[in-house]
Structures are given as structure tokens and as C-alpha cells.
């Protein structure tokens, strides 16, 4: 916007008042939506198509789908989707932070389907000790007293307090209530990302290896945990309503009133706020553009998901609570990337983790969160998956399901090299994901192998373009 050198830029400074303001007009701007659309060409021109391949991947797969059954945009199909993607969903939303560091957790699905069974176990028996076969209560109570410890030395005093509070609902044998039991498993969740942070951040051992090796140890502990025994979460209302439950037509309204409005009127005062201080910021046309564009998708999928889905005299209404759970992990996530300093931090590291560390950033408290917070969610994703099957099985969270929130968060958008990414790719890639099963499950005629195959090409297009616009970026 404005051809002046450094050097004219530091003169300004000795301008007279009237015209500082026009030396320092980058700082002032008011962004237009014509700006707004040429930034967005400018990024697709400097190699970062963000979210686009994959919304046109969603769009491609939905209408090649809507060609194969005509079963597909039914609002009883439609609605089972959230359903079948929430836990690929989850999981991806944590990876996202490791991502973005340029690491991998390939434990994350095995370590949430070890806490999955652990609260099945402690909730279907009323207690852990004496249900844990041999020493494995004793080796979970002092293990996550050892996390404490080794969270409070790498100064994560927020992962401590979560494994504090893990440890005390194990003790005192609180986890036989369904929703302490689940908390419990998630802070089981962050003691096992404390591990994973302090053997990668501190002892310099390469993520890919430390947790391919606690992918294989926790399918292990998962068999160990069950006794060879699947346990079923369906006779748990709230449990099996994580998948499957939906919210009532008058919350389901509430609940889209309050995500918009709350967007909306954030983004209105952050853009008056900053006019008023002089600083860069949004044109109010461009802010209502985008708080009416959300307005009307959001009210569109509302009356859609408000209307009757049911079959067979089974009403089912109501936006699906997994669907809710996703989107406001989503929302929280994006606030703790983008508004805070941790966040901040966080893509310094993951952009050059040795310009942040000479920056005063502290690289391992950031490399440790940053794998708690995945392991957290990876838990959280096995209760999730324990729910969508009706049973926490012995091969919880094993399988496809690390491979598929991988994929999830890469064909959204985050980029394996670190440094890139936003936690709405993996919502937007886990219904990319989901997406293939369905449709394919629609025509019985179609081979099941080709889900496989699917999958695998679309992440592999995804890699490629995260691998080309990395290049194209370095030119630019």
C-alpha cells in the first residue's frame, strides 16, 4: 500500500503531526472487502490456499455421492455424519498443536482408547481398584503423581493442575459416576502428553519414534485394562449421546443465536475498538459481510437439522450433539491460537523453533503443552469413538483412527511442516473423512476397500499441495 523504505519510515518520525499519520498509514488502514478478496488472491499466489482444496474436495465428494445414491442429502444421512466423524474430528483438533510445531503423536488414537477403556472399566464396576488386573491401579495412581511432578519441573503448571485433578478423582474413586469418570479419563489423557512432551522437548528423542513405540505400548494396555472383555457405554445415556444425541429445537436455536451473535459482536467491537485507537483493522462493511454470510449458513443448517430426520416413527430433532462438542472445542482452540501469547508462541516455534528460542520464547514449555493438550483430546476423542460404537472395544482408537485425524487435519489445511494450520481444518477434514464411508455405505454394490483408497488420494493431494505451495512460498 505504500512504496516508502525503512529509512523514510524511521524519518517519519521527525515529520511534523499532520503528516506522520500518511507515513504510518499501514498502521491505520481500513482493510475493504475489495482488499479482504485481494489479500485472499494474494495468498493463493504466494503458495497458501488455506481451507480451499479441501471445501472443494467436500463440494467434489458431495456431488459425486449425490450421483451415486439419492439417499446421500437425505436429512436422515446428513444427520448421521456428525455422528460418524465427531472422534476423527476431536483427535485432529488436538494434532493440530503438535502439527503445527512440525511434530506427529502417532499415540494419540491408542492413548484415547486406554483412557476410554479406563473410564468404562471404573464406570460399568463402581470402582478402578480391585477392577485393574495385577499392579496397574497402583501403576496409574503413581503414574500420575510422576506426571504431576515432571509437569511442575518443565513449569506446565496447567497440565499439572489437570493431572491433579485426574489423580484425585482416581483416588477417592469418584470415576464410578459417569462424568467424573470421563474427566478423569481426559486428565489421564494429559499425563500421558506430559510424557510424550518431556521425552520429545526435553531428552530430544524425535517424536515420530517416541510415539510410534506408546502407539504399540497402549493397544497393549488397552487389552490389559478390558481383562480381553469389551465393555458396552450404550446402557449410558449420556455417554452413548455424545454420538448420537441431539439438542432440543429450542437449544438447538439458542445454541446457533449465541455462536453467531457471539461472532458477530465480537468482531464488530474489535473492529470499532481499533478504528478508535487508530490501529489496522476491518472495514464495519466488511465485518457485517462476514457475520451475515455466517448468519445464513447457520440459520440455513439449523431449519435443516430442526426438521424431523427420524425413520420408522423414531423423531429425531435438533442440531447432533457431537456436532455441538466439535464446534465448540473449535471455537476455544482458535481463541487460545490467535488472542493469546501462548498461542502466538506457539506458531513462532513451529515457523523456526531456534529464532524463538534466541527470541526468549521457551521452547519445551511450548513443545509440552502443545502435546498435552493433544493427548488430552486424543482421550477425549477415544470416549467420543467408545460412544459411536457402543462399547469401549479392545482394539479401542488402534486401526485407521490415528491415520484418519491426520489426514483430517492435513487435508484441511495444516501443514506437515509446521507452522501452518487452524483448528477449523480438522473439522473441515474430518468431514471430508467422514464423508467417504457414507456415501460409499449408501451403495452396497461399491467394494469397502475403496474407502481405503479414497482416503489415501485425497490425503496424498493434500500433502502435495501443502509440499507445492511450501515452494512456491519459499520463491515468492
Known sequence: MSDKTPETSVAAGNLPAGDRSTAFSLDVEERSIGDSVQGWVGKLRTGDPGALPSVLGLVVLALIFMQVSDRFLTQYNIGNIPGQGAYIAIIGLGLVFVLLLGEIDLSAGTAGGTCGAIAALAVSSGKLHGSLPGLLYWCLVIGLLLAIALAVWLKAWSAAV??????????????????LGLIAAVCIGAAIGVLNGYLVAKVGIPSFVVTLALFLAWQGVTQFVLSGQPIQTANYDQWSNLAYGNLSVVWSWIFTIVVVGGFVAYTVVTAVSARRRNLAHDSLNLVLMRGGALTVVAIALTVFFTQDRGLNGASRRGIPEPAVIAIVLMILCTFALSKTTWGRHLYATGGNAEAARRAGIDVVHIKVTAFVLCSAFGALGGIMLASSQSSAS??????????????????????LFGGRGKPRDAIIGALVIAIIPNGLSLKPSINPQWQSVITGVVLLLAAAIDAVSRRRAARS
Do not use: K, P, R, Y
Open 394 to 415: 479392545l482394539d479401542l482408537g488402534s486401526g485407521n483412527v490415528l491415520l484418519f485425524s491426520v489426514a483430517a487435519a492435513v487435508i484441511g489445511g495444516t501443514s
Open 162 to 179: 489437570v493431572v491433579a485433578i485426574g489423580w484425585v478423582l482416581v483416588v477417592t474413586n469418584l470415576t464410578q459416576h459417569l462424568f
